[in-house]
Structures are given as structure tokens and as C-alpha cells.
């Protein structure tokens, strides 16, 4: 089956076009180089020594022996002995409703979202990013997401016909958004209108299982990806207790039968579906209310708007709740052990805006997460760099370190694929182009923080 990929605004955002421009105080050097320089191009498992990498007009335009180099005489040059030059990360699922989650982004090396409910707000984020009026990650989004009635969440586009479904998807598309989003609960007839209107519109559809539909017939159609490993559990039963069980959803891990798990994997991978784990999620939402309060104490939790870390204060799960999602990691984290194992496709997202998901921050997370599923570091990167730019039909065009590729970089302090902790080691943030070195981004955030 073929699957439909990202073609309108986001990918003239990702592939078209001049390097952004900064505003006029932040002039940007068109030319810069990273001299002598591990680099590790993400395309395939391998560091190679001694490179200089030149970026000009905001993408790079040649890499070869730093004895080779021929740096132009106005460049800024950045010395890289001893440090690695990887890919800017992914995150390939976020709810990001406030400017200051931006800076986040970029300061922990996220240079691509994928925000999976978008209104005008995240349309002018996406506008003033690209004007250089702010320095954050290249922005691709959904529309408001689509429910069924009563919708799960408050402020759903709520759809209860196939035609309003097809109306819906119109109006998403005319409004700049560049896939739609289902959830839980669309009727069946909804959801079959929603993705063949999405179709002739050119505008994927990625997100939920809707209960009515099933993971079996979202897998069969043209669905591009599902979020958090959603209803996967209903087709890992040996012994399928009631529906009305499964319908809960998040209790299925417990009794999934890890037999079961290749199979789906062989079966999602031969059908080419992306999944996007989200393990943090879960994690976090399984948190005691003593590591929440031990949370928010970390460091970085000072630099996350006041509005969001209120939210966090404020949830509260049961924790009967907490401690069903909890039991439930070992088997989400084995089911994505086996897609790896499948080659089946998948994406990193943590879903920022969930509680204790810190923007930038909590992507470094969930690489652990993934690592400590079995995934190999370079498995677990290639999901939050290469991975994304072949999701969005880009591939080579970011999430590499080639000639060609737009110049969203990070500079670390040691090798990533040894250890994916060494990711978040960074030493600077390349943008577009744009250089950050890692004390002008601390700058920048404290600065941001204070204003709070
Ligand atoms: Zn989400």
C-alpha cells in the first residue's frame, strides 16, 4: 500500500527555499565551519575522524578532510577537535502551546516538532520562526484534533458525520495544517470519510485508533502513523478478556502476550505504518506522587513557562491509575524491542505538554527510554533524526549530516552512538543555519526565565 506523505506547507518549510533569515540584531555569518571535527552523518552507524564540515546560506555545503578545507576568509569557524557533529533531533510528537517552549527546543538540540493539535497559535509560531522574529524548530502540524462526541479532550473539532468529517478536513487543509489528527472517539463511517476526503485533499492522517474502528482496519488503511503504541495491546491477546476491558485501553499491557508481538511487528512493518512509542509518557504518567514532587524539583523544571508547570502541579492520577500505566511499561517497551526487531518503522515523540515532559529536555528521555528497550543508540537517533525526515518524505534533506542537508546540527562532547546520554552533552545548536553556542543558549534561557 502506498502511503500518503507530508507535500504541502511543511515540506516547502523543510526542503524549499533560502536558509532563514535572523532579525536584524542576530546577523547571520553565511558562511561558518566546523573544523577538524568528529562527524556523525546518521545515515549509516559510523563516526568519521577529522572532517570539516562548511555551512553556507544555512545549509551544508561541503564536508570533507579537515586538510582539505578551503574555509572562506569571512567565515566564523568553530574549532570541533574532540567534539562530535550529529544531527539536530526530532521530536516527532509535541503539544506545544507556549513561545517559551521554543528556545527549550533548540538549547537541548530539537530542531524539527511534529505538533499533533494546532490552531493559529502554532501557525504564527510557525510564521515568526520562519521570519527569524524566533529563534525555535522547524514546525510541522495538525490541525485541532478530531473526536467524536462527547470528545475526550475540551476544544476538539468534534465530528459526528462523514460530511462534517469531509468539511472538516477541507477546512484544515485550506488553513495551512499539514496533516489531521483522529482520536478515540470518531464513529467508524466518520473516520472511513475523514481519511478518503484527507486523501483527496493530499493531506495525511496520523494519530489515534478510534475504539469504533480498531488498530486492525487502521493498519489495513491509509493511516500514517500511531501515537503511543494506541490500542496495540488490543491484538496481543491470547486470551481476549471482554472488549469492554480492552476499550480501557492502557490495561491491555498487562495482559498482552509477548508472543504475540513479532507478529503484529512483521505485520505493522510489511504495511510500512510508523509508530511513535512515547514511552516517557507513560513513564511519567506512572510516576508516584513522590518522584512528582521530586520531579519538580530538577533543575531544568525552572525553566518551563509557569502556566505549564502548573498543569504538572495541578495532575494527579490516581494511583491505582498511575500504577496500571506503570505495570504496563515492560510489555510497551518490549512491543517496541520487536518492532525494532521487525524493522518496523518508527519515530521519536515524547508528547510535550503532558505532564512532566519538559520541551527539548524530555527528548533526551525517551532516547534513554528507547536504549533501555534494546534499541542500539544509532537505532534510537535514527528515530529522532533520519527517521522523521523519511516520515515527511525529506529524506536527506535534515536529520543527516550530508551535503545538501539543511544546517540543523548539534556539537556534543563525545560520542552518541557509544552512549545516547552523550547527545544531550552539547556543546552548541546550528538552526537553519543559525549558531548557538551552548553558553549563549543558557544566556538566552535564563533571560527567558526571568521574565516568566
Ligand atoms: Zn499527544
Redesign the pocket.
Known sequence: MSRQTLTLAALATLIGGSACEAGPTDPVPTSIAFTDVFVVPMDVADVQPSRTVLVREGRIDWIGPASEARIDPDALVIDGRGLYLMPGLADM???TWRQADQLLYIAYGVTVVRN??GTETQLEFRRRIEAGELVGPTIVTAGPLMDGSPAFWDGSLIVTTPEGARQAVRDQAARGYDFVKPYDRLPAPVYDALVDEAAGVGLPVAGHVPIDVGLDAVIQGPQVSV??LNRYSTLLQADPPDSAHLRLGESGWLTADAALMPPLADRLAGDGMWSVP?LI?WERFGMTAAERGAFMARPEVRLVHPGLRQQWTDFAPSPQVADLVRRGQPARSAMVRALQDAGARLLL?T?V??PFIVPGAGMHAELALLVGAGLSPYEALSAATRAPARFLAADGSFGVVRVGARADLILVEANPLDDVVNASRISGVMVRGQWFAAAELRRRLEEQAAAF
Open positions: 510528537h509535541v503539544h499533533m493539535w501515537e503511543h512515547t509518557l515523540g508528547d505538554g503532558n
